[in-house]
Nanobody, 123 residues
Framework: QVQLVESGGGLVQAGGSLRLSCAASGPKINTYAMGWFRQAPGKEREFVGGIRWTAGSTYYADSVKGRFTASRDNAKNTVYLQMNSLKSEDTAVYYC????????????????WGQGTQVTVSS
């Protein structure tokens, strides 16, 4: 069974940075593509970015492109989300997820989810 554990959330001022981590474990985890999502109170869960274990190719939502960067450490089975120039509208619970379909942006396409980590950006 695939397990995902996020960490690194917290409170940061607008304009600041945070790096989220997602430790992944389970059979054939490196055959999945990984995604980052977020969900603010009263809003639907939205796609943030995705990364492939092999080659490290990435794709992002327009709202974070140029500010957020996904990366991975294959030796540690960990993916990261570096978040720079944070805005108050980035406040949400951030989740990592795994899918067999690289390029997916819909939550329904992801098979496994972490428990989430809270990111709060104060203005």
């Amino acid at each position: 069974q695939v397990q995902l554990v996020e960490s690194g959330g917290g409170l940061v001022q607008a304009g600041g940075s945070l790096r989220l981590s997602c430790a992944a474990s389970g059979p054939k985890i490196n055959t999945y593509a990984m995604g980052w999502f977020r969900q603010a109170p009263g809003k639907e869960r939205e796609f943030v970015g995705g990364i492939r274990w092999t080659a490290g190719s990435t794709y992002y939502a327009d709202s974070v492109k140029g500010r957020f960067t996904a990366s991975r450490d294959n030796a540690k089975n960990t993916v990261y989300l570096q978040m720079n120039s944070l805005k108050s509208e980035d406040t949400a619970v951030y989740y990592c997820a795994a899918t067999s379909r690289y390029g997916s942006r819909w939550p329904e396409a992801f098979d496994y989810w972490g428990q989430g980590t809270q990111v709060t950006v104060s203005s």
